[in-house]
C-alpha cells in the first residue's frame, strides 16, 4: 500500500526515495482530502449495529429469555402446587372447585387458584397468585402495589428478597405476599359469610377461628410454594 509522504522539521515534505535512474526527485503529493460519505457509512455500519443489538435483546424478551428468572417456571396450572399442607392442617381440609385461571404473555405471566378450607360454613377461602414478569422489574413497584394496607402490613424475614404479612382486624383474612426476583407471589384467606337471602343479612358464624398464628403457617406454605414453582 502505498503511504502519504511525511513532514520533515520546517513544515516540508521529505524527498521520496528513488531509484538512482532518476534524476529529479519527485514531486510530493498533495495531502488527499478527507471523504465525508465514509463517516456516514460508518454512522450508518453503527446504527445498523445498534438496531440488530436492540433487536436481537427485543426477540430474547419476547422468548421470556431477557432476564434471570431465578429458576422459576412456566406453569399450566398453579393449583397442584399450592398443597396447602400447614394451612389445612389447622384449618381444615382444602377443597378446590375445577382449575384456576392463567395468563400468558411474552412478557408477563398470571396465574391463579381457588379453594376453601374447612366447612362452607365456618372455613376459609383461600386464593394463590403467581405472576412471573419476563421483561420488566416489578421490585420498585412491589411496596407501592400495597396501597392502603401498607401500613398495617409487617415484613417478613426469610422469604424471598421482601416479604409482607397482614392479618385482617377480627380475624377475618389475612395475606402474604412475597417478592422473589421476578416473581411475585401471594397467599390470601378471607372467612366465609353464608348469607341470609329471606332477612338479607349475614348469617353469624357459630364459631370464630383465631388467626393469631397464622402468619407462621402461610409462611411454611409459601416456602413450599415458591420451591415447587421452581421445579416446574
Not at 521520496?16 to 510530493?28: G, L
Not at 465525508?36 to 419476547?62: D, F, K, M, T
Not at 409482607?164 to 372467612?191: K, P
Request: hydrophobic share 40%.
Amino acid at each position: 500500500m502505498i503511504s502519504d509522504p511525511e513532514l520533515v522539521d520546517g513544515g516540508g515534505f521529505a524527498e521520496a526515495r528513488t531509484p538512482s535512474a532518476f534524476v529529479h526527485p519527485v514531486p510530493p503529493k498533495p495531502p488527499r482530502p478527507r471523504r465525508p460519505w465514509l463517516w456516514a457509512v460508518g454512522g450508518a455500519v453503527v446504527a445498523s449495529a445498534l438496531w440488530g443489538g436492540g433487536l436481537y435483546a427485543h426477540e430474547r424478551y419476547e422468548a421470556g429469555r431477557g432476564v434471570d428468572l431465578g429458576g422459576y417456571r412456566s406453569v399450566g396450572d398453579v393449583c397442584p402446587k399450592a398443597e396447602l399442607k400447614a394451612l389445612s392442617g389447622e384449618l381444615g381440609e382444602v377443597s378446590r372447585d375445577g382449575n384456576g385461571s392463567r395468563q400468558e404473555d411474552p412478557a408477563l405471566e398470571r396465574a391463579t387458584c381457588s379453594a376453601v378450607l374447612g366447612s362452607p360454613d365456618t372455613g376459609f377461602s383461600v386464593a394463590v397468585f403467581y405472576e412471573v414478569h419476563k421483561v420488566t422489574d416489578p421490585g420498585p413497584e412491589f411496596e407501592a402495589r400495597l396501597g392502603d394496607l401498607r401500613p398495617d402490613a409487617e415484613r417478613v424475614d426469610g422469604l424471598g428478597e421482601v416479604a409482607f404479612f397482614r392479618r385482617d382486624e377480627g380475624d377475618s383474612g389475612a395475606w402474604m405476599r412475597v417478592l422473589d426476583g421476578q416473581v411475585e407471589i401471594e397467599i390470601s384467606l378471607q372467612r366465609l359469610q353464608s348469607w341470609d337471602a329471606e332477612k338479607n343479612e349475614p348469617i353469624p358464624q357459630p364459631k370464630a377461628i383465631d388467626l393469631s398464628g397464622v402468619d407462621a403457617l402461610l409462611a411454611q406454605d409459601m416456602k413450599a410454594l415458591m420451591a415447587a414453582l421452581r421445579q416446574g
